[in-house]
């Protein structure tokens, strides 16, 4: 009987053993989930500001676009009218 309590003993203390590494995995897993998240948000972030600074940078090209094509268009007229005179 002695051995006997002295094996569950030891059986007990294996599985509060194991308890508590599983919890102490779990919180690890925990913080590293959270960690991931927080990467996860700030990478979020990131390209969130890249997009919008990208939309406004084509925004601003295609104005700049439409703006020489009108004075591309200005010349061309004024470039029609002087050959006209001169013909």
């Keep these: 009987m002695w051995g006997r309590q002295s094996r569950l003993d030891r059986i007990e203390q294996t599985v509060e ?4 590494i599983r ?7 925990d913080r590293t989930v959270e ?7 700030a990478t979020n ?5 890249f997009v919008e600074a990208s939309g406004q940078q084509i925004q601003a090209m295609n104005q700049r676009t439409e703006q020489l094509r009108e004075r591309t268009e200005q010349l061309q007229r004024a470039v029609d009218y ?3 005179k001169d013909g």
């Design 45 to 49: 972030l990131r390209i969130d500001r």
């Design 23 to 29: 919890e102490a995995t779990n919180l690890r897993v």
């Design 82 to 84: 002087l050959l006209s």
């Design 35 to 41: 960690r991931f998240a927080e990467i996860s948000e």
């Design 17 to 20: 053993r194991l308890i508590e």
